[in-house]
């Protein structure tokens, strides 16, 4: 596990962002762990956090030349990623989408840089895949191509099927996706900390349950 993998688990921890206890998911499975992107609520975890996802992207690889962050969590995300890659020395454009279309001034959806070329959506977790697929329609009509999906945490979960709602979108659309962490991550987190041990069976008995 990369350095600030971990270090990102620490700093959502510390932000009471990830927690552990019992939780009911929409799925209606009793989770040992909660992660809420929401209490990243401040300036100075918003730039932690785009910095984390830049160095996400930049570890990844990935190829894209727009940033696009999906109403309402997306928008700032794609803010502070865009600040903490020029800090990296990587000037990108960015744009975010409104939920309803506005009829005057510059109009439409889309605010910020046109999507052109390789688009990259950013979020903070994928559950049901709906904000994904509204925004590959929606970078796909401005003529533009999705390059991937980044986002905080993937809990590697299965849905409704077999696959996670990762895995769903991977295939569906034919795009990687990438996780600043993994639940894979968080569990070899707990493994190197003695004293969360508890956290660590219950999160382990709840992959070994649900996980892909």
Request: overall charge neutral.
């Amino acid at each position: 596990m990369s350095d600030y993998k971990a270090e990102f688990v620490e700093f959502a921890i510390a932000s009471q962002v990830l927690c552990f206890g019992e939780f009911k998911t929409k799925a209606g499975r009793m989770s040992p762990y909660f992660f809420n992107a929401g209490l990243f609520n401040d300036g100075d975890k918003l730039r932690r956090l785009g910095e984390f996802y830049a160095k996400a992207i930049v570890d990844s690889g990935l190829s894209f030349d727009v940033l696009f962050g999906p109403a309402y969590k997306g928008i700032p995300l794609a803010a502070s990623i865009a600040i903490a890659l020029a800090g990296m020395g990587r000037n990108v454009p960015f744009a975010y989408n409104r939920k309803e279309a506005k009829d005057h001034g510059e109009g439409g959806t889309v605010v910020g840089a046109k999507l052109q070329g390789r688009v990259l959506i950013v979020d903070d977790v994928i559950s049901a895949g709906t904000s994904v697929r509204e925004s590959v329609d929606l970078i796909r009509h401005a003529g533009a191509k999705p390059a991937g999906v980044v986002i905080a945490l993937d809990r590697m979960e299965r849905g409704s099927g077999d696959k996670s709602a990762v895995q769903e979108v991977r295939e569906q659309y034919d795009i990687p996706v990438v996780a600043v962490v993994t639940l894979d991550n968080l569990v070899e987190f707990l493994e190197r900390n003695a004293d969360r041990q508890q956290e660590l069976q219950a999160v382990a008995g709840y992959r070994a349950r649900y996980g892909v």
